[in-house]
């Protein structure tokens, strides 16, 4: 039973990093409305946080806002409405703020779940 849990883990976390990589092509090849897939990027963010803890959805947050910072980088002209690059900028940081404090709210909220689930079973 373990090794299937471990092995479903894995599965988990492949998929939500392949959803990420899609999320980052289609922020890439969008037009217009970029900061609406940015927030996109919650949805794997919560899904790793529930399922496999806090820490591994640390590190999904910060692997996302990496990825979007780059595509960011790579064509800021196009990432928004705005001609100011201050306004994206901060527009960015805000987001990864965000994204950022979401991921440990979560998770230790799925590691409070599963330490009861375990205490529970102890009795």
Request: overall charge neutral.
């Amino acid at each position: 039973m373990f090794v299937e849990k471990i092995q479903s883990k894995r599965i988990t976390e492949a998929s939500l990093i392949v959803v990420c990589a899609s999320l980052t092509t289609m922020l890439y090849l969008v037009v217009g409305f970029k900061m609406v897939i940015l927030n996109l990027f919650y949805l794997p963010v919560v899904l790793a946080a529930f399922y496999l803890g806090r820490h591994r959805a640390a590190l999904l947050a910060f692997f996302c806002v990496l990825l979007a910072t780059m595509v960011a980088a790579a064509d800021l002209g196009s990432f928004s409405g705005e001609n100011s690059h201050l306004v994206i900028g901060v527009s960015l940081i805000v987001w990864a703020g965000v994204m950022g404090l979401n991921s440990p709210f979560v998770g230790t909220l799925s590691d409070e779940r599963a330490r009861k689930i375990d205490e529970l079973q102890w009795l």
